[in-house]
């Protein structure tokens, strides 16, 4: 998948524009998030850090390579971001019987304790930004983000295989 020349006229000012949009508010929530996260977060884990203890506690025992991918990290990123976890006793790793090469990631009580959490604040804040919305325009919203989700996943696995 190519990516699309630059924009060249008033029309494709409009997707620029929604581009410039979308990523501010992206920006901005993120921002919401680690604000009302500051009373009762571990000290040094912002929110990345919980997607990631919740993406493990949805998927027990999964390696790295599955945060990696659902995250759009680097391993290197992903390995500081899985060491702080254990650091902080909310993650542990065991090797894979069949792959000694492989970690397996397991959540400890406390990281089950504190994704819950996370997952309550995640979904107030979500109501804070999103209730107002009718039926329809979140159903509608939700079509054109999985949309651009799967674009922006194309273009990522074209720009990593061209990179290889």
Known sequence: ?????????PADASVVSGFVALMTIAGRAQQLLKTR?????????????MHALCLCQQQPGAPQ?????????????????????????????????????VWRLYLTPDGEARCAWFTALEAQVAHDLMAHLSPDDSA?????LQSVQGRVDGLATASESSAS
């Open 1 to 9: 998948m190519q990516p699309s020349p630059p924009p060249s006229n």
């Open 37 to 49: 996260m500051q009373d009762q977060a571990v000290a040094g884990l912002g929110p990345l850090h």
């Open 65 to 101: 390579q599955v945060l990696v991918q659902a995250l759009g990290r680097d391993k290197g990123q992903m390995a500081r971001l899985i060491r702080d976890l254990e650091d902080h006793g909310l993650l542990t790793r065991s090797t894979d019987e069949r792959d000694r090469r």
């Open 140 to 144: 509608q919203l939700n079509r054109v």
